[in-house]
């Protein structure tokens, strides 16, 4: 399986990563992609990817981290990182719009996310989304950017079933986290059960939004699996078919050599 979305930079994991990856490893978790929110966050990621066979890696910087966003720099990374030879970059993000945190600099957070398209389409990478209580600016941004040959992914998806069905038909994708498996998650669970098979992915953000039966402790790339048993439930399909099937959409989209 592959969790397409983690943190392995952040604090509460890289102090601790062999165990953290030889846990993954373990539980029949293949490979986990490390994302970047800031410049800094986002050299760690690389720096991961090129320590561990099992990881790759997108770089970019978050809406909370807007004010930080140099255009040059990041060219100039994205740039290094894929003359490498072992080059494991495969997307940029996390990017996007965060209201939820911050409502007094929205033109700036449009700006950046802009910006960060604009880098992604100019050298034909992923871009991995974060939207929070921003769907409808979001919205209007994306459909002003389209198409994206490359493809766009909403990280931890938490809107409406409505929505979801929008950005599918922008070709879009959608991944869910641990926030689908729980209790009052009714939303999320509506257009987990509900969305093609062919456009989701799955994901842990871990170290956080740890999934049931793991809610209090520090996530890790390991519970991705109980993520896709959840939603297997909800769907009543066998497990092995949907890792299966969402194994090979994170493979296409994110362009990640079979194992």
Request: with cysteine.
């Amino acid at each position: 399986m592959i969790d397409t979305h983690c943190h392995l930079n952040d604090d509460k994991l890289k102090d601790d990563l062999d165990k953290v990856v030889n846990n993954f490893l373990s539980a029949g978790v293949d490979n986990a992609i490390c994302v970047g929110w800031d410049f800094g966050s986002s050299i760690e990621a690389k720096d991961i990817s090129d320590k561990y066979s099992c990881v790759y890696y997108a770089i970019g910087v978050h809406p909370d981290e807007c004010n930080s966003f140099n255009y040059e720099d990041m060219d100039a990374l994205i740039k290094k990182c894929l003359s490498e030879s072992k080059n494991k970059l495969v997307a940029i993000g996390e990017i996007g719009l965060d209201y939820y945190h911050n409502t007094e600099n929205k033109e700036k957070q449009k700006q950046v996310f802009v910006s960060q398209i604009n880098l992604a389409k100019k050298y034909n990478l992923p871009i991995i989304i974060h939207c929070r209580d921003a769907y409808g600016d979001m919205l209007e941004i994306l459909k002003a950017n389209a198409p994206f040959s490359s493809g766009v992914v909403f990280h931890c998806y938490s809107g409406s079933l409505e929505y979801a069905q929008i950005l599918i038909k922008m070709g879009i994708k959608i991944s869910f986290t641990g926030t689908v498996t729980y209790k009052n998650a009714h939303n999320v669970q509506a257009v987990a059960t509900n969305l093609p098979l062919s456009s989701i992915f799955f994901e842990t953000d871990s170290p956080y939004l740890s999934p049931v039966p793991h809610r209090g402790e520090r996530n890790e790339p390991k519970n991705v699996v109980d993520i896709a048993k959840f939603v297997a439930d909800l769907r009543g399909i066998e497990v092995d078919e949907l890792i299966n099937i969402t194994n090979n959409n994170a493979r296409e989209f994110f362009k990640l050599m079979k194992k």
